[in-house]
């Protein structure tokens, strides 16, 4: 009876929150639908250790979906790297849900919870399917259930402020085109391989030289995934979905949305696309290597001039972003190794950040801007503490979990790209803390709203922010499983030859 | 030139509707055409796919007693099938929102949305500058 549990766990991380999710929409108390979606996201995280622990000492699990054998059957993989982005997406799933508790009941009316929840669910399914699958076009139908319950989550933010209704529509509008190109990718690739597995596309690519089709059909893929992970240009949609989803939705959607998706670019570009070295080598270094230079800036100085808060967090989340493709782009085990450290780090940072400033809005009933922070770390020291701990880990300051992954990412640039790049990366971290110190300034030192002054905070929201705060510092002291599971993902990644 | 051009006659006409379809999403300014756009950007990929299938002489592919008969690849069309259900959740998401902007802001022409937004914007400004004049009284 285990054994067919234990047998079966790739496909039953899946399957359990998208078979709740359908169970979840029923149930009609929203107390209830919240006990639900916490228990799901609880078993999902299980599993998802469960599963870490076994790919530890199989080192790589493949699941025939329905004993239809691989290459013509569908394919699910969990190896060193794909279990990566499965811990962070069930994990900050578990703690965003327990974070949501009362969160959701102040934003969104009592009938529409349980819808939510159900959503949320939904999209974690999609997420983590999305990241196990091993076929191209299975990966094409995960990628829209999870960003379609996206776009319906973030509509869900309508009954704060109408804005979240063409927010969510650009996200669908943007987000469908960048599928659509990754279909037509697939289906000139599927042309001249004649399969959709991922690792069988490899082994056919080597048998063939390049073609019009291949560089076709690869920049297709990669374009169509670069939109799903708001790479800099392709950007647009993501600060204004961030801003206007439900609070609870942002934190969700910040840490784990578009990590999925750099895994997506990250596996194309380095385990599907290996035989044509030559395209994957030019597009790395000529463009997403200077894009990620650009998202780096670009996203940093939007956020300095930006003034309200979730937005300022979106547009921060941008560069992060561009720091993530910029070590995949220098293409080198250790560079590559920092970029999956950035992933996970920075999923706890964001995560935290805008768990901060959620209950900052839950308290004083308002949208955050600057002007609203205004003393309010006076009012709640244990928000402000844990804010200000994922700002210096955001900032990449020692002692903090972000400081790990600079410091690894600093460390590939320069040996092997030279001083140059690693000067921008300090440059940019340093212009973060511009935006940074701007709240942290107006939250301590500005004088303090005579209404706000009744605050008090409750067990029930800091929890959570303490709980993930208290990993970013952990990580920061000790972060060996990070690293070592990161670099056993560049190495299984980019194989024996580099 | 011309038959080799005839010869990949529907090639032609997915470039030709994708571009249009890519063209009306960017372009237009209306939420509902933008859809339309996206649609017909869609279906050309369909196309693409069901073309990639069809092989010369070849038909449906059921086992008959005559083992010489071509098949057509079958598996563009399931994978079409599956695509087909994604287009059309997605057109009724997108048809759901433009529905609920157009009771809120009474229009789904985005110029017309983008100045009631800044409207909204220049309100809580000033609501903001004056709560902040009476904080400092």
């Given at each position: 009876?285990?054994?067919?549990?234990?047998?079966?766990?790739?496909?039953?991380?899946?399957?359990?929150?998208?078979?709740?999710?359908?169970?979840?929409?029923?149930?009609?108390?929203?107390?209830?639908?919240?006990?639900?979606?916490?228990?799901?996201?609880?078993?999902?995280?299980?599993?998802?250790?469960?599963?870490?622990?076994?790919?530890?000492?199989?080192?790589?699990?493949?699941?025939?979906?329905?004993?239809?054998?691989?290459?013509?059957?569908?394919?699910?993989?969990?190896?060193?790297?794909?279990?990566?982005?499965?811990?962070?997406?069930?994990?900050?799933?578990?703690?965003?849900?327990?974070?949501?508790?009362?969160?959701?009941?102040?934003?969104?009316?009592?009938?529409?919870?349980?819808?939510?929840?159900?959503?949320?669910?939904?999209?974690?399914?999609?997420?983590?399917?999305?990241?196990?699958?091993?076929?191209?076009?299975?990966?094409?139908?995960?990628?829209?259930?999870?960003?379609?319950?996206?776009?319906?989550?973030?509509?869900?933010?309508?009954?704060?402020?109408?804005?979240?209704?063409?927010?969510?529509?650009?996200?669908?509008?943007?987000?469908?085109?960048?599928?659509?190109?990754?279909?037509?990718?697939?289906?000139?690739?599927?042309?001249?391989?004649?399969?959709?597995?991922?690792?069988?596309?490899?082994?056919?690519?080597?048998?063939?030289?390049?073609?019009?089709?291949?560089?076709?059909?690869?920049?297709?893929?990669?374009?169509?995934?670069?939109?799903?992970?708001?790479?800099?240009?392709?950007?647009?949609?993501?600060?204004?979905?961030?801003?206007?989803?439900?609070?609870?939705?942002?934190?969700?959607?910040?840490?784990?949305?578009?990590?999925?998706?750099?895994?997506?670019?990250?596996?194309?570009?380095?385990?599907?696309?290996?035989?044509?070295?030559?395209?994957?080598?030019?597009?790395?270094?000529?463009?997403?290597?200077?894009?990620?230079?650009?998202?780096m800036f670009?996203g940093t100085i939007?956020a300095i001039?930006?003034?309200?808060i979730?937005?300022l967090l979106?547009h921060s989340s941008i560069a992060q972003?561009g720091y993530?493709?910029?070590?995949?782009?220098?293409?080198?085990?250790?560079?590559?190794?920092?970029?999956?450290i950035h992933?996970?780090n920075h999923?706890l940072i964001k995560?935290g950040l805008?768990?901060a400033?959620?209950?900052?809005?839950?308290?004083?009933?308002?949208?955050?801007?600057?002007?609203?922070?205004?003393?309010?770390?006076?009012?709640?020291?244990?928000?402000?503490c844990c804010f200000i701990i994922c700002s210096l880990s955001l900032a990449g300051l020692p002692l903090t979990a972000g400081f790990i992954s600079k410091l690894y990412l600093i460390?590939?640039?320069?040996?092997?790209?030279?001083?140059?790049?690693s000067?921008m990366i300090l440059f940019s971290s340093a212009l973060s803390l511009i935006y940074l110190w701007k709240m942290i300034e107006?939250l301590w030192?500005?004088?303090?709203?005579?209404?706000?002054?009744?605050?008090?905070?409750?067990?029930?929201?800091?929890?959570?922010?303490?709980?993930?705060t208290?990993?970013n510092i952990?990580f920061g002291?000790?972060?060996?499983?990070?690293?070592?599971?990161?670099?056993?993902?560049?190495?299984?990644?980019?194989?024996?030859?580099? | 030139?011309?038959?080799?051009?005839?010869?990949?006659?529907?090639?032609?006409?997915?470039?030709?509707?994708?571009?249009?379809?890519?063209?009306?999403?960017?372009?237009?300014?209306?939420?509902?055409?933008?859809?339309?756009?996206?649609?017909?950007?869609?279906?050309?990929?369909?196309?693409?796919?069901?073309?990639?299938?069809?092989?010369?002489?070849?038909?449906?592919?059921?086992?008959?007693?005559?083992?010489?008969?071509?098949?057509?690849?079958?598996?563009?069309?399931?994978?079409?099938?599956?695509?087909?259900?994604?287009?059309?959740?997605?057109?009724?998401?997108?048809?759901?929102?433009?529905?609920?902007?157009?009771?809120?802001?009474?229009?789904?022409?985005?110029?017309?949305?983008?100045?009631?937004?800044?409207?909204?914007?220049?309100?809580?400004?000033?609501?903001?500058?004056?709560?902040?004049?009476?904080?400092?009284?």
């Open positions: 009876m285990i054994d067919i549990f234990i047998n079966n766990l790739p496909i039953l991380i899946v399957t359990v929150p998208l078979m709740m999710s359908l169970f979840v929409v029923l149930v009609t108390n929203s107390y209830l639908s919240f006990l639900l979606t916490l228990a799901t996201t609880f078993i999902t995280f299980l599993i998802a250790i469960l599963l870490y622990q076994e790919v530890q000492s199989y080192s790589s699990i493949s699941y025939a979906l329905g004993n239809w054998l691989p290459p013509l059957g569908i394919e699910y993989i969990i190896d060193h790297v794909s279990i990566i982005p499965i811990i962070i997406i069930s994990g900050i799933g578990f703690l965003a849900t327990l974070f949501a508790y009362k969160i959701m009941p102040s934003e969104l009316s009592d009938s529409s919870i349980s819808k939510t929840y159900g959503l949320w669910l939904l999209a974690i399914s999609g997420l983590i399917g999305l990241v196990t699958t091993g076929d191209a076009f299975n990966l094409f139908v995960f990628l829209e259930i999870s960003s379609l319950a996206s776009v319906a989550l973030v509509a869900m933010g309508a009954k704060q402020d109408r804005q979240a209704l063409i927010a969510a529509y650009n996200y669908l509008i943007i987000g469908a085109v960048g599928a659509t190109f990754y279909v037509i990718g697939v289906g000139l690739i599927y042309a001249i391989t004649g399969t959709l597995n991922l690792a069988d596309i490899t082994s056919k690519l080597a048998l063939m030289e390049d073609n019009r089709a291949l560089i076709a059909g690869f920049g297709f893929m990669v374009v169509g995934i670069m939109v799903k992970a708001a790479v800099f240009p392709l950007h647009i949609w993501l600060p204004r979905a961030y801003a206007y989803a439900p609070s609870a939705v942002s934190i969700l959607l910040a840490a784990t949305a578009t990590k999925a998706s750099l895994y997506i670019l990250a596996r194309i570009l380095f385990s599907v696309f290996l035989p044509s070295e030559n395209i994957v080598s030019f597009t790395l270094t000529y463009i997403i290597l200077p894009l990620s230079v650009f998202a670009g939007m001039y930006e003034k309200d979730k937005r979106a972003i993530i493709t910029l070590a995949f782009s220098i293409g080198t085990k250790s560079s590559v190794a920092a970029g999956f992933m996970s999923a995560g805008f768990m400033i959620t209950s900052i809005s839950y308290y004083i009933q308002k949208r955050v801007t600057i002007e609203n922070l205004s003393g309010l770390g006076k009012a709640m020291p244990i928000t402000f460390k590939s640039a320069i040996s092997s790209e030279g001083l140059w790049l000067f107006t030192l500005s004088p303090l709203n005579k209404k706000d002054i009744k605050i008090k905070e409750k067990p029930v929201i800091y929890s959570s922010l303490l709980l993930i208290f990993l952990y002291l000790d972060a060996s499983l990070i690293v070592n599971s990161s670099f056993n993902a560049s190495n299984l990644l980019l194989g024996i030859n580099k | 030139m011309i038959t080799s051009a005839m010869g990949i006659w529907n090639y032609w006409i997915v470039f030709i509707l994708m571009m249009i379809g890519l063209f009306i999403v960017i372009g237009r300014k209306n939420l509902l055409k933008k859809i339309v756009g996206l649609t017909i950007f869609q279906t050309s990929v369909f196309l693409l796919y069901i073309t990639l299938g069809k092989i010369t002489g070849g038909t449906a592919p059921i086992l008959t007693e005559n083992s010489s008969t071509i098949y057509s690849n079958p598996l563009p069309h399931v994978l079409i099938l599956t695509a087909i259900v994604v287009g059309v959740a997605t057109t009724a998401l997108a048809l759901a929102l433009v529905v609920r902007i157009n009771s809120i802001y009474g229009s789904i022409e985005e110029d017309d949305i983008s100045a009631h937004d800044l409207i909204d914007y220049h309100d809580q400004n000033n609501t903001l500058k004056k709560s902040i004049l009476q904080n400092s009284k």
